[in-house]
């Protein structure tokens, strides 16, 4: 089974054209930390929720070439990338393995940027570069022949901007693609708040781009940074894959509270209606699968197993339901849509249709308010048909509250809901024939 990019360029389908809505979970360190028995259980937990992507990586991040795996097992021969351990990455594929067997694809990062640029961001020490040029493409290759047949997205990258070493990442991706043959796609993992683009946009090897908008304070506009990615040329999809984390202290400090469900929520919706094609959720104790008697990185205060159920993770499943409940491939943002209820910033309104700009053939629009909103107005003239359709989709529970059909004079303002604090807006029109939202669609 293999990914592919859409004909259109801004979105992800299986090889029979169908479309791939990218629902990520971040678990850098699950290969590094994790036990068999232990990843099972974090694989199981996220193939029920819905996920269908898992973010981890190789070389992990946190001392991952001089602290071993739960078998004793370093990844490299006297930290050579051109000695890769059979032992360990024998680990390595029973992880993966075991995610395409539960219908889930892997985000495969093959290094954290920690061990390719001296950054000095990892704690508790500087970064250690061990990548050349030359090691980075034999190490790539390596991977590749041994992953070709997997279900995998290939994530270069690992936090760090790419600066002065443009080389070592160019290498890897021809390593990896002289080992799988071109099989898999390819994107990069930046430091955030930064963009894949900013370096690599016009690589061949780079399929999509990724944005990380990071953690720094609340309502992070990850939509202005998916938009900016969104209008360049050779058009390429993008998505955030690295938003705030749910449990994790707003910048990083405890004295500003810690990011919820609502602000992991008010993210993907954000960053999937401004043109993203698809969404990463993180959570601060599970991307490091924090335990006791680990230390805690970032300020992690409770462990991966009992923070797997929080309920940003739960909501993530009705972002990915939305957003294929009506027709995927022909979606495009629309922010102009909006004509009241958006002040731009922490209660912004992001909006996008189907059809073609500047006419008025869409058979729907979508909006999301991250705030109980009674002025949200938007302008439905570019509607097919005389009569519309409205529902409010909760993205807590993902059902649908039917607002009943009207005739279509070109302005819409929903009655507001009873409770929030946000809410989808889907406006139909009756000549579509859609039923709720959140439920089985065409998604094409």
Sequence with gaps: MKLCVSDNRRYLVHQDGRPFFYLGDTAWE??????????????????????????????????????????????????????????YFEHVDYVVRRANALGLWVGFLPTWGRWVVNAGWSPPRPDEPVFTPENARCYGRFLGERYRDAQLIWILGGDRQATGVEAVWRAMAEGLAEGDGGTHLMTYHPYGPEASSTWFHDEPWLDLNMIQSGHSRRAMPNYRMIAADYARLPTKPVFDGEPCYEDMAVGMAAGNGYFGAHD?????????????????????????????????????????VDSLDLEGAFDMRHVAALALARPYLTRFPAPELVLAGSNGFTDHVEAARDGHRDAKDAGYIMAYTPMLNRHLTLDTSCLRGG????????PREGVALDLGESPNSGVYTPPAPDSGPDWALVIDSVDAGYGPPGQAGCGC
């Design 30 to 87: 699950l290969f590094h930390r994790c036990d068999r028995e232990e990843a099972e259980r974090y694989l199981a937990n996220r193939a029920a929720k819905g996920f269908n992507v898992i973010q981890a990586v190789a070389l992990a991040e946190l001392d991952g070439l001089t602290t071993p795996n739960p078998y004793g097992e370093l990844p490299l021969v006297d930290g050579d990338p051109a000695r890769p351990r059979e032992a």
């Design 264 to 304: 992991v929520r008010q993210a993907a919706y954000w960053g999937v209606l401004s043109g993203g094609c698809g969404h990463t959720y993180g959570c601060n104790n599970i991307w490091q699968m924090f335990k006791p008697g680990r230390q805690p990185v970032l300020g992690a205060r409770r462990s991966w």
């Design 387 to 394: 009569r519309l359709r409205a529902w409010w989709y909760d």
